[in-house]
């Protein structure tokens, strides 16, 4: 077995996990990051439409162009890439991580560190995950496997469309599979509003006449051998209507509900897990609950725009470096997601230091306040034109914003939205 040691290693060679390496290095410690596919970029490696980079380049890039950019700033670093390396386990229980990998070419290796940070991204729900009832034919893909079947393998996996979930990968492939030639009959969304971006729901559908039902229930998917079509049940004031259900002829099946945290090893590391976001539960420094290891990216919670994801990622980077060389927060607060927020990461706030914090809403609203209240005082109010569980919100905390909980014994920061 071949054996390596760094003083930092990053799991997953997305975004996120380039640009917490570039972190780790500019402090000056050894890092290498582990990627288990042939090239870095993650999934944006597979997202040839354009849309990327408009905070982190200031231009609109695709995503391969975008993962170009970020990977070039790894020449001329110490950054050790080593790609086709899938990490299979991980001990994090002593002060030196060990890891266990499996490469084509090196075979087994151990690798230790004594910093690890999570990037591995996240994976799609699939149909067992929302038990869509119905036969089990073929032709039913979760959206982001059929975004690589065309774009990466070159392969068109069918002609009549309907999309389940309004998620940004199914609205991009929407459209993408309109240019490759397909008929996109439908997107069918359960909610009453989008799960996507706004931007998609224009760029994707309106421009393409895709119809978009949303409070629309699949109830059925029909078919032996191959997908016939979709049952559709529309849902009105919470019930469904049966006598108005209606089926969509169609050969595929594309899912788009949801996206879901890596977090097998985070698990097998004993990683507390936020029961919101799926994702790590992290201090203000990003890290775990267990000493030595972050987060960042898709795997602590799914974000909407890559750019958030390096912003995230470079903190993660610093404050990995930061706790290497022995700094840790002096006083720090816990985060409560108050009224219609779902969840806010990181989960606590350092009271000595200028915060950023990312959270998503359960509600769509027009001239919303975000409200910031320190143990039930508010501290901070911010006005917010527009706000749906689809796009994340920004926010800042400052030492002066949270300079009453400092003494106090246990001090909480509610953050809600009215
Ligand atoms: C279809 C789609 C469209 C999008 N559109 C936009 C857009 O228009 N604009 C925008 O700004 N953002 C968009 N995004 C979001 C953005 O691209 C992602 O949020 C971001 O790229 C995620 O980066 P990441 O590094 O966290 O995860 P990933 O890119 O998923 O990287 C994680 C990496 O970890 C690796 N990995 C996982 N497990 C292991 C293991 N055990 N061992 C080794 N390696 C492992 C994976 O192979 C992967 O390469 C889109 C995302 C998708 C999926």
Known sequence: MKELNYDSVVIGGGAAGMAAALELDAAGFSCAILEREESLGGILTQCIHNGFGLIEFNEELSGPEFAEKIEERLAGTGIKPFTGVTVMEMDASGEHKTLYCYSGTHGVLRVTSRVVVLAMGCRERNRGNIRIPGDRPAGVYTAGLAQRLVNIEGFVPGKDVVIIGSGDIGLIMARRMSWVGCKVHAVVEILPYPSGLTRNIVQCLHDFGIPLYLSHLTTNIIGKDRVEGVEITPIENGAMQHEKAFTIPCDTVLLSVGLVPENEL????????????????????????????????????????????????????????????????????????????????????????????????????????????????????????????????????????????????????????T
Not at 281 to 286: G, K, R, W
Request: hydrophobic fraction near 45%; charged fraction near 25%.
């Open 266 to 417: 985070s698990k097998m590391a004993g990683v507390e897990l936020n029961a919101m976001t799926n994702g790590p539960a992290v201090d203000s420094m990003l890290m775990t609950n267990v000493p030595g290891v972050f987060a960042c990216g898709n795997v602590l919670h799914v974000h909407d725009l890559v750019d958030y994801v390096v912003e995230e990622a470079r903190r993660a980077g610093a404050h990995a470096a930061r706790w290497l060389k022995g700094e840790r927060p002096k006083a720090e607060a816990r985060v409560k997601a108050g009224p219609n927020v779902r969840y806010s990461a990181p989960g606590r706030v350092d009271l000595g230091a200028v915060n950023k914090l990312y959270m998503r809403t359960l509600i769509v609203k027009n001239d919303a306040t975000l409200e910031v209240k320190v143990n039930n005082r508010v501290v901070k109010s911010v006005k917010k034109n527009h706000i749906q569980p689809s796009e994340m919100i920004a926010l800042e905390l400052g030492p002066k914003d949270l300079e009453t909980a400092l003494g106090a014994p246990e001090p909480v920061v509610e953050i809600s939205i």
